[in-house]
């Protein structure tokens, strides 16, 4: 099996410490490795470094390389600039289904992830990759049983158990649901037969090409001159020149929503994951209780609770009293203060400041 990490958002959701110079991937969030090592070190047990790809945008090679040296640099793929993960995927797609057609494939959107049971989650991608090579045209969804009824991440529906494959079982898909509402979230947590969805797919990649071709043509179209090209020396002049014009569309949009859920299976399994490339996820992986605060740097909090504060300037010291629910972060250049809550918007703000006098903040 392969697996395939993407690896090239510039992180806004944990804005403003992840910035397009320094995104969170490339940091050292939970640990004195940084989130891309950190990957690395739970995939390696399980999988050989040259079965190990990085996707990431050109102007992050240089920190892929830099962090993890070992890897081959004919294992890093450069996006020119980003397009959105419908083109990412499809350039991946279309890759290794030139090199390596009807080899197992982990789709991992997980550089800012954190996975607590590491040995269980490699027993799942082998036992995954197990079935696809019986099964080629098929796609597997890795889901993590859900702990609380989160608005913030997308959900997956399954159905009833189809097999069992080293003590691990395989339900069939039903479909998927983006950032649910309060009272649909609340349902899928109750009603035991939704999981998160973490973005970790196992397939094939003659099977994922054959569904941009499929339910994306114009995209494959376009791809497919990425494709003869590769491996050729005109490789990186018709990938500079097609990929920066393919349309932006995220995934699901291209391809998931359209596909046929018979062909897809889920595993449902706790993990012990968090999605700490988010500050709500962050909170929540660190903290000991609901009501405890989480804290970094010179931090002093009095009769507070819930709260999640982050000092990363050495000569002030951030100080709360009665503060329920709120995220602080204190950098040298930006001070945000939120409630919790609103933290989803922090992406949509980050955004609006593109193209004003504080784009460099971003």
């Known amino acids: 099996m392969k697996a395939i990490i993407f690896a090239g958002g510039v992180g806004s ?20 490795k940084t989130m891309l090592q950190l990957c690395i070190d ?12 990085i996707v990431t945008g050109k102007d992050y090679v240089g920190s892929v390389r830099k ?141 994922l090409w054959s569904l941009f071709e499929k339910f ?13 090209a590769y491996e050729t020396p005109r490789y990186e002049k018709v990938l500079n020149e097609v990929y920066p014009h393919l349309e932006k569309i995220s995934f699901d949009n291209a391809i998931v929503e359209k596909m046929d859920f018979k062909n897809g299976l889920v595993v449902s399994a706790d993990l012990g994951w968090s999605d700490v490339g988010a500050w709500e996820g962050l909170k929540e992986a660190l903290q000991t209780s609901k009501e405890a605060n989480v804290t970094q740097g010179r931090v002093l909090l009095e009769d507070s609770l819930d709260n999640l504060v982050y000092n990363f300037d050495n000569d002030k010291v951030v100080v709360g009293i009665d503060l329920n629910d709120f995220l602080i ?21 980050v955004k609006s400041l593109k193209g004003t006098k504080y784009e460099k903040l971003t």
């Open 329 to 349: 972060v204190n950098t040298d250049d930006v001070l945000l203060v939120t409630k919790k809550a609103s933290v989803p918007k922090i992406k949509k703000l």
């Open 67 to 207: 962090q993890l040296p070992a890897l081959d640099k004919r294992n890093i793929i450069a996006e020119p600039t980003m397009r959105d993960v419908g083109p990412a995927v499809g350039l991946i797609s279309a890759i290794f289904a030139k090199k390596f057609p009807n080899y197992p494939i982990a789709l991992l959107w997980g550089s800012d992830h954190l996975v607590k049971k590491e040995g269980f989650f490699r027993r799942i991608l082998r036992a995954c990759g197990d079935v696809i090579e019986k099964n080629p045209n098929k796609i597997i969804l890795i889901g993590q049983k859900p702990r609380f009824a989160s608005q913030n991440l997308g959900w997956i529906a399954y159905d009833e158990k189809v097999f069992e494959k080293n003590k691990i079982n395989f339900y069939q898909l039903e479909g998927f649901q983006y950032r649910p509402d309060k009272k649909t979230a609340e349902k899928y947590f109750m009603d035991k037969k939704h999981v998160w969805n973490l973005g970790y797919w196992v397939t094939t990649p003659s099977y």
């Open 13 to 32: 959701r944990l804005w403003p410490l992840s910035r397009k110079k320094t995104p969170k991937q490339f940091m050292d969030i939970v640990d004195s």
């Open 216 to 228: 994306s043509p114009q995209l494959f179209r376009e791809l497919k001159k990425i494709q003869d």
């Open 42 to 53: 739970r995939l390696t047990p399980g999988f050989d470094l040259e079965d190990i790809y």
